[in-house]
Every structure is written in structure tokens, then in C-alpha cells.
């Protein structure tokens, strides 16, 4: 898990939608946790395959997956199999628009990614999913 990059307000509304749109599972155990659960929110990351500190791809869907906190240190110490995991759950093309992504982008600086705009577009992905996550049952 990354240290010491500050969590924006970007940062808290993609990783709600990251865990939203897998169903607060980790992707990599299947243990499912309530969101209405503060311990549950704690316990589930955000997990990004490229790291933060790259603003090109870091509020990229494609890059990101939900991970429990035990998942997410044994994947952030064996980056072989976060790459088999991360190749498992998205497409090739998926996989090489984000890499395009990166490294065509790959000095962005955040205030050209942490607009009011792409906050917006976040706010309504969130909504989106949390809605179709309601009737999913």
C-alpha cells in the first residue's frame, strides 16, 4: 500500500467507486465487507496497479481494484502476482490503453487530472454503480 501521498477528495471518491464497482469484494480472496461498516471501509482498499503518484493513470478504472488489507500487502510484495491478478481481471485492450496511458502521460501534473470536471465525472460514475449495485441482488 502506498505511504505518504496525500489522499485527495479525487482519491476518496474513486476508491468508493472502486470498491463499489466490485461489489465490496476483494478481488483477490472474495471476502466481501459492509459499506456501512467503518471497520469494512477500513479494511477494503483501493489498490492501484500503477501507483499514485502518477496522476495520468491514478483515477484510471483499469487501474485500480479492490483489495483487503491482507491481499493488498501480500500483492504489493510479490509484484508477479499482482500482474497475474491484475491481467486476470482486465482485458488486453484494457491493459494496453492504460499503459498507452502511462507512457504517453507520464509527467501530468495533478492539476490537469484533479479538476472539478473529472470530480464531477467521478461523482456520477459512484452513482452510477451504487445505483445498479442496489438492484443487483
Known amino acids: 500500500p502506498s505511504v ?4 485527495t477528495k479525487w482519491d476518496k471518491v474513486f ?7 466490485d461489489h465490496w469484494t476483494c ?3 472474495l471476502k466481501t465487507y459492509n459499506k456501512y461498516n467503518p471497520n469494512g471501509r477500513r479494511a477494503l482498499h483501493c489498490s492501484h496497479y500503477i501507483g499514485r503518484s ?3 493513470t491514478r483515477i484510471e478504472p483499469t487501474n ?13 510484495s510479490n509484484p508477479s502476482d499482482h500482474k497475474r491478478l491484475w491481467q486476470s481481471r482486465f482485458s488486453v485492450k484494457e491493459r494496453r490503453l ?13 492539476k490537469y487530472v484533479a ?9 456520477n460514475m459512484l ?4 445505483d445498479m449495485n442496489e438492484f443487483d441482488w
Open 64 to 76: 485500480a481494484m479492490a483489495l483487503c488489507y491482507g491481499c493488498h500487502r501480500f500483492l504489493g
Open 54 to 56: 502518477n496522476w495520468s
Open 15 to 21: 476508491s468508493d467507486y472502486i470498491r463499489e464497482r
Open 127 to 130: 452513482k452510477e454503480v451504487s
Open 115 to 123: 479538476t472539478e470536471e473529472n470530480y464531477k465525472r467521478l461523482k
Open 4 to 7: 505518504g501521498i496525500k489522499r
Open 98 to 110: 492504460l499503459k498507452q496511458r502511462k507512457n504517453t502521460k507520464p509527467n501530468i501534473q495533478k
Open 27 to 29: 478481488q483477490r480472496c
